[in-house]
């Protein structure tokens, strides 16, 4: 039984297919690398799937509900979460802000409550805090929360929206590039995080990532694309000795 | 100097010391108020008393008492020394409609970061509402002598133009919402206009609004017989509804709903995939943000009996914005400040530094001060681009205490 099901998935840019008929499956509570060169088409398939991008032909669906035509904040609902390759922080807002607003659809509270702040919301509110902070300490930022997001490392900022994308209490947690711009020590703890936030939060995680280190390390499976084909797929080993992996990669000659 | 140092750092840490030097500060300058005959600069000094309040570490319980105090009693009783009450409360009367003003701009422009050039449409749609229903006006219209409405209407038609404003927002935003950034500020601009004409012209077939003449005779407030009809009457209905108004733009910043506000305004794609909806959400900050102006509409019309399309021209809008982004786009106590510098500013200063130079050297008409708002609105903006981006008082993120945050949560079951 695959938790998301994409079938025959297609978008075009004017004459650039930027994912072309692509299949994928994917298992609960597992973790699955994207991966190929760039310009291959992961991220728009990543923006295909939590609906910033409509696709041109193809079906999403997770756990049996179709994800075609709903907005994103919609499929946010249902139970998918992002983080940005370009980190898309709220940079004004503290990174407790940040996450609270990642709460955004379990919260309850409405205009009238808010305006005569009526207990429950006050509850709510001092709750919501709370949890905010504990998501905090999963990724070992408490110490900044009250720090604007802006101000913060490469490193903590990227950490910090995938906090903020847990506080959505997704199903699927899809990671664009995690690990780019991070130096080894900070990729280390980042492999660590991911796996602990699977075991912790009963995710199934989905990543793009160009460390090939961190990907061999933590994925059980491996999808490869190119030119918006997938052009390979399986677990770590399979993918490294795939003689059309190392073709996309190092073009051809390389295997022989 | 060294002493000098040390004396400005107990000062600064007691709250006692601090709060007899705002004594002094708010008795010196009411007693001048009260005891010179009209000086400007001692009704200024009296209103910066506000502003020194903000600054000193008082808790927030004994600012709010002492602002309260000093808006309710000492500045009405201060003002009374003289002839001249009226017209300092009719400069405080406007003051505080602008704040209201600026206050529900800055829920679009500064939380929601909307571009709305338009807004003083919906102080015209409150200021219409009550107009039409409590003027002859009403009385032509439908032929009945229910119309025009008593004064005692009044109370309720706060709401009702503050109600109708808001539907207005909410229809505004529906098609213009589509448009993002520059694009939304030429629409909202030309939304203003639209309404402004609109009034202007719909005289004929059926004359609703009297068109360029305007509706005069309107009814003024009226509660257990007794009418509000003097600006320093007036003062209190506005300091009650900008109470409100406070009140509850304070309560929005920090919920939810101020949350997803700002988190739009700083990136629309993230919000969306946070599960937020766009088209709801601004929606409401349109909504909302209108319907501060539209209450204040209807004290506008009631104030001065009369309106005419002339009070709602673009520079209106633009006025507000002004103090929005004077004041510091997204903070509270910044807007206000920003209202209050602005509106005193066109009130007081411009028409005082005339007099004062048509009195003493005389200057060609064309070039007085009056004349020059626009200029001047030109110069404050660019130094505020240049040296303050984010405005006087610039917005403050809300800080969390960590040793609460670390408390376990109580369960609402």
């Known amino acids: ?256 | 100097m060294i002493r000098m140092d040390k004396w400005i750092d107990t000062f600064q840490k007691n709250r006692t010391s601090q709060f007899i030097v705002l004594g002094l500060f708010i008795l010196v300058s009411s007693a001048s108020v009260y005891f010179l005959e009209r000086s400007v600069t001692a009704f200024l000094l009296l209103l910066g008393s506000l502003l020194l309040l903000h600054y000193t570490h008082l808790t927030n319980r004994t600012k709010w008492i002492v602002g309260l105090l000093l808006l309710v009693v000492i500045i009405p009783l201060a003002t009374s020394g003289g002839t001249s009450q009226q017209d300092y409360m009719e400069v405080a009367v406007q003051t505080g409609i602008y704040v209201a003003m600026a206050l529900g701009l800055n829920i679009v422009v500064g939380f929601a970061g909307l571009l709305d050039l338009g807004f003083v449409a919906f102080f015209a749609i409150g200021a219409y509402t009550y107009g039409i229903f409590a003027s002859p006006q009403a009385t032509q219209l439908f032929h009945s002598d229910f119309f025009p409405l008593a004064g005692t209407w009044f109370w309720p038609f706060i709401l009702i133009g503050g109600f109708m404003a808001a539907i207005f927002g909410i229809l505004l935003g529906i098609p213009v919402l589509r448009v993002k950034g520059d694009y939304l500020a030429i629409v909202t601009l030309g939304f203003g206009e639209i309404i402004r004409i609109v009034f202007n012209n719909m005289d004929k077939p059926v004359n609703i609004t009297n068109g360029a003449q305007g509706l005069s005779q309107i009814q003024q407030p009226e509660i257990f017989g007794f009418t509000f009809s003097l600006a320093s009457q007036f003062y209190y209905i506005v300091i009650v509804i900008l109470l409100v108004i406070i009140i509850g733009v304070q309560r929005l910043e920090h919920s939810k709903l101020g949350r997803s506000w700002k988190a739009i305004r700083e990136d629309e794609i993230a919000a969306q995939s946070m599960g937020i909806p766009l088209v709801k959400t601004k929606l409401w900050a349109f909504a909302l943000g209108a319907s501060f102006s539209g209450m204040m509409g209807v004290v506008f019309s009631a104030k001065n009996m009369f309106v005419d399309p002339s009070s709602f021209t673009l520079i209106e809008s633009i006025t507000i914005l002004v103090m929005v982004i004077l004041g510091g786009m997204g903070s509270i106590p910044g807007v206000i400040l920003g209202a209050a510098v602005i509106s005193v500013l066109n009130l007081q200063i411009l028409t005082e530094v005339t007099n004062f130079l048509t009195q003493n050297i005389s200057i060609p008409d064309t070039l007085s001060p009056t004349k020059m708002q626009r200029l001047i609105f030109g110069v404050i903006l660019v130094l505020i681009a240049v040296y303050r981006p984010k405005g006087l008082i610039t917005a403050k993120a809300k800080q969390y205490d960590p040793a609460k945050l670390a408390e376990q949560p109580i369960s609402d079951k």
Do not use: W
């Not at chain 1, 959505?168 to 980042?190: S, Y």
């Open chain 1, 1 to 256: 039984m695959s938790l998301l099901q994409i079938k025959g998935l297609t978008k075009q840019f004017g004459g650039l297919t930027a994912v072309n008929q692509v299949d994928i499956s994917i298992r609960p509570k597992s973790i699955t690398a994207i991966i190929g060169p760039n310009g291959a088409g992961k991220t728009t398939l990543f923006n295909l799937i939590t609906g910033i991008y409509k696709p041109d032909k193809g079906s999403i669906s997770l756990a049996g509900t179709s994800l075609l035509n709903r907005k994103p904040n919609q499929i946010a609902g249902l139970g998918i979460a992002r983080t940005f390759q370009n980190i898309r922080l709220f940079k004004e807002m503290t990174a407790l802000e940040n996450i609270l607003v990642g709460m955004h659809n379990h919260l309850t509270s409405n205009l009238f409550g808010t305006l005569f702040r009526l207990p429950r919301v006050r509850l709510e509110e001092q709750n919501a805090a709370k949890h905010a902070y504990q998501l905090l300490e999963t990724v070992h930022l408490a110490d900044k929360c009250n720090e604007l997001s802006k101000n913060l490392s490469y490193g903590e900022q990227r950490r910090l929206e995938i906090a903020r994308a847990l506080a959505t209490k997704p199903k699927i947690l899809f990671l664009d590039e995690p690990a780019a711009g991070m130096n080894p020590k900070e990729t280390k703890e980042l492999t660590d995080l991911i796996t602990q936030i699977r075991n912790d939060f009963d995710l199934t995680i989905i990543l793009i990532e160009h460390d090939m280190k961190l990907v061999m390390k933590i994925s059980e499976e491996i999808i490869v694309l190119d030119y918006g084909q997938r052009i390979a797929s399986g677990n770590p080993d399979e993918i490294r000795t795939n003689p059309r992996v190392i073709e996309a990669y190092l073009g051809k000659g390389a295997v022989s």
